[in-house]
């Protein structure tokens, strides 16, 4: 069963999203891939010690709650791709400002992944099903072994997208700025598709 969830968490994690553009964003600072890795997985800790405590389902159960959740993970996403778009990441020597210390890539890494109802209803709709009642761990243990294990693919997969934009991008400042670029649009993207996606179930 684990060998089996590592395959579907692993096929999950390598579709591109809003974690892929930050990984990438962050490949082009000096010094912001840890920390915004960093951020991002200890949003998906957040979310697996939720689900495993059992009150990510609590929150499911209240379709209003998970609507604001989307409303503020989508409305923070579309600021941060529109400040992207705004002041592309290009590479250059000596980038100073408060927007680009460690605290902050942590910071935005953390809400990122951690303000995701997507991602807590992935959590809620495909942890369980690989969890066993036959076995001495007990749902909650088995739920945060395979959160560790979903966590474990996103660091190696998001190092790698991060440390290849890395080497690739910063030797082309032409080509870094439209990547990033096009990593705003895509956070936007995903922000208009949750919003929209509430909407219209409010009118269901």
């Known amino acids: 069963m684990l060998t089996a969830f590592w395959v579907v968490s692993f096929s999950l994690v390598m579709v ?7 990984a990438i964003s962050a490949g082009m600072r ?7 890795i960093a951020g991002m997985l200890c949003g998906y800790l957040m979310i697996t010690l939720v689900v495993a405590a059992g009150v990510g389902a609590l ?4 379709p209003a709650v998970l609507s604001a959740l ?14 992207i778009l705004i002041r592309p990441s290009v590479p250059s020597a ?4 408060m927007s680009n210390t460690k605290r902050a890539w942590l910071f935005r890494g953390f809400a990122i992944s951690g303000v995701n109802p997507k991602a807590l209803l992935l959590f809620l709709a495909l942890l369980p099903q690989f969890t066993r009642t036959d076995v001495s761990w007990s749902i909650s243990r088995q739920i945060g072994a395979l959160g560790l294990v979903q966590i474990l693919n996103c660091a190696v997969v998001y190092t790698l997208v991060a440390v290849g934009s890395k080497f690739v991008l910063r030797t082309r400042p032409s080509i870094a700025r439209r990547v990033s670029q096009f990593s705003g649009v895509a956070m936007i993207t995903v922000a208009v598709l949750l ?5 219209i179930a409010f009118r269901h």
């Open 16 to 22: 591109p999203g809003a974690d892929w553009a930050y």
């Open 195 to 199: 919003s929209a996606e509430q909407l």
């Open 94 to 97: 000596g980038e100073t400002g």
């Open 30 to 36: 000096e010094r912001a891939i840890a920390p915004a």
């Open 59 to 62: 929150v499911a159960s209240y």
């Open 70 to 83: 989307t409303f503020v993970g989508a409305g923070y996403l579309l600021w941060l791709g529109i400040n």
